[in-house]
């Protein structure tokens, strides 16, 4: 039954053009592959599911397995990470149905037929839903029913030659290539054609051998394989059907074997198991998580400890929000000290990374405000939005996608790059710090207008992390020009991600100028200040997601625009709303002496 | 006795109450030009908004400001150092980038390896002209102001006192091939005007027998081509080769009437059929019909061009159409951007040519591609780093000097910097290495003016302002 399975898959994929090759040309190697794994490897394997059913394995130690470091990506990782991100990748989360990605993944291989027609590839997009004919609450779908679907094959050959001559695709032909590229995941994890374990690297490509490639070769000539390649097969044949029968002790000693080979002729250009054993740890210590959770206790017993006013709520609830906060800070430098680590380099390449700095630079910041202000607002405020920065970064994988990938060329190796970067996107934390002591800022307006000393003291605290952000912004600004004049040769070309940069700069300047002119008291300045931080939204978030233009396309990507927008909408009825009320008793709080003595040139 | 305090005009110049709407504008504007670039292109963004006189004037209205804000407070006070520095930190980097839009180039130059050179391109449109064996004459072409009509043409005299005019302009436009007859002493092709249409596709072209260019019209699926029959069918009956699985072959008989004979899947839809104008045939492709409105027996390539809209993401095409008058005679035409040159003879042996593209500057030094390298992502087709082994030549002295040009490691030679671009991969895998050249005269005020600023702010910023004697940090 299954050799008929994969022949209906490559008559399928056969179909395709040619022009379309170079991505589904591996589907075609890989299908191929398919057979000769059917035939050789898994034929054992069949016989075996056949006795033991389709039976969950049992629970097995994973330790060993997880650490065998892979090439895949263009880098080194352990197969924990491999399997987290493959696993992440089809089905949209990393602990699919609650095991082990690694069991996943294994499973994949071991029961491909169980896999074939199950419903667990993803499918994000409600109206691409419709147009294959699955329900449009059904999230996931089979590989079957993609590789025999004849309109889905067809829509995704035509997006991808649309992609080729450049024409902007709809959401229901990006979401077209994802499916694919989902489907394509599955069938190569499977096939063993992406599980590049044998560290023989091809001259030319510094290509490992992969699992799909041994199975090949011996299939084609037994005694053409060198005995270590064939130890390899072993191995993780053995692997694979001590998973099948959950025999740990045979799982183990049949995992170190195969990890003692691989390392045996890796040789000393075999990667450093020290660095694939900080990365499966970094995988299962998962610090942004627990920095969220710690920010977000720390934020509600702040959050008491306001409404609770007495001495002993400031000791037994602000006090150990504190302690969370700064706990929090240690939590999310511990990950941060981790990813650079194994990345080998500070992470400025894609919009997760810079949402981890910028949430973490913003904690920084509101340690070192809340340490001279001792206001305790610095802390409530640092703690929600870190809370929402790193609830973010952790739960939507397909927009932010937390994989470590290599760095584009043109990134590497350069001082500057990094400098320009981390300050300008410092700036950015200090001015997310400000939109948070903003909103305290607007409470106060709303509920509390009378307070008008308190108000005055925000307003010049709020005022103090503007600056800081506004010289921030500036210097990153300029050392962008720098670089870009060191590594394009000009130093300014109103490329959209520079000039955003500026336009975020010019409005926070002109509120500064509008503060000290003494046009902005207390509500306009908070309303501007709120407002200018959508120009650092776009600059960060917009350019990046809506323009997607110009010369800093490696960080170019999609989703996450509905909620932006409500974002944005919120915060214009929310100034609206304060801005109305505050108005009105307006006249009464505003007369502060203001500091407009040294702008007179009188 | 300050003018910059004392003058109405000057003072307001110098004040907030212009600045701070200046700021804003030219945020409003930035943000337009952004807007702009990603609808349709860069030089479309650059060609409306940053590239315009009102904006440079804008900016420099704005060098003004900041100017007269700076000196309406002299003699400085010793508070006002971050706020004067920061101010004339800003200039510097106006002035910077005045000169270096003034004084500097920025261009780039695609090498072979083993390939030497020494003319780098700018993207700055500029017609060349040649009379006869004079040397070539340049003009800038971009027309930024206002440009050229029938009303206003621009004029060149010539030195044999006939005059160059281009009197149509187009920033964007569609190049199309007619067919025209032949004029005395030409020599033509046979030519045929063919229509496709279906529900998806309306293609109308020229196809010329012979004319290498123009022989044939490639539709991705299916291909049209333009023959005499019997060089047709000795194709075919050699297996064919060439020709696609789905083709429309237009025949020239030998006795000068049309056939057609269509091909689909590999299969021939019947012996030649003869083939009528103006009338429409099924090509047998879904529903696709075709027709030859018209033929000459003689007839050569001209090119036109028509005003398009705008491109989506795509470099704008100008073109510009000329009007050569030498004594009582007239030669007009049409000369598109980057596409080949026309030239012509006139009477009295008077022979022009006329081209159009990019501006091409002049090295002092010469440049030889020596070897080109790519590294990888291990294990992935994503290049990791490219470099380029080059030997640059002092063309006075004539030393070769060997360089090494990478990524982020540009070549500094006689005010001049190379830096290594892209690279592009020719069908025989081997690779032409593309530098961006540039002269920046203005980078050290633009690098000063950018440390002063940044200092003057966090002096602005550290130093408390005076005014402000309450303190800041009582708890709430």
Known sequence: MESKNQTTIRHRFTQMNTDSEKIFGKALVSVHLCESVAKKLFFVLMLLSVLCGLAFAGELDYRTLSLIPIQEGGRFKPLDTFARESVRFATGREAYEGRNPLATVLDWAAHPQAWDNKNFILVENLDFRSLIGIPQDQKWVSPQLLINHEGFIAYAKSSYAKQQRKITLDPKEKESLAVFGRLQRYEDVKSGEV????????????????????????????????????????????????????????????????????????????????????????????PFRWAWIIYLVAALLTALSFVFKSPRAYNWLYLPGFALFVTGLGMSTCGFVMRCLIAGRPPVSNMYESLIWVTFMMTVFALIFELIFKVRLFVLAGSILAWVGFVLADNIPTVLSPSIEPIEPVLRSSFWLTIHVLTITSGYAAFLLSLGIGHVCLWFLWFRPGRKETLQKLTRILYRVVQVGVVLLAAGTILGGVWANYSWGRFWGWDPKETWALIALLGYVAILHGRLAGWLRELGFTIGVVSAFLGVLMAWYGVNFILGVGLHSYGFSKGGLPYVIAFVAFEIVLLTVVGLKAGKGKLSAVDTPMPEKSLNPR | MNPFKENKVLRFLGSVKLALPMLLILAALLATGTIVESRFSTAVAKRFVYGTWWFGGFLLLLAVNLLCSAFSRFPWKKHQTGFVITHLGIICILAGSLITQQGGDDGQIALKEGETGHVFQEEKPTLYYQLNDEPIQKIPASFPFRPPSPDHPLMVRLENEGLLMVNQFYLNAQRTVRGRNVEKGEKGFPAVHVELNSSFVHEDQWLFLGDADNDHLDLGPASVFFEKESDWKKRLSHGGKGIPDNALAILLAPDGSLKYQTRYHGQPGGEPQALALGQDYPTGWMDMQFKAPERLSEGLPEETFESQPFPYQKDLQPALHFEVLQGTEKREGWVGYQSSPVSFTLSQGQAYALGYGPKKIDLPFALRLLKFKVGFDPGTEKPASYASDVFYMDQASGVETPAHISMNEPLHFMGYTVYQASYEQEPDGSYISVFSVGKDPGIWCKYGGAIVLVLGIIFMFWFKNPAWNKRETNGI
């Open chain 1, 195 to 286: 599980l590049a374990l044998v560290p023989v690297a091809d001259t030319a490509t510094q290509k490992w051998g992969t699992i799909g490639d041994l199975n090949r070769a011996y299939h084609e000539s037994k005694a053409a394989v060198p005995e270590a390649a064939l130890g390899v097969l072993e191995s993780f044949a053995g692997v694979l059907n001590a998973y099948d029968k959950g025999d740990d002790a045979q799982f183990q000693a049949q995992s170190q074997a195969l990890s003692q080979i691989l390392a045996q002729i890796g040789g000393k250009d075999y990667p450093d198991p020290g660095k694939m054993r900080l990365e499966t740890q970094f995988n299962s210590l998962k």
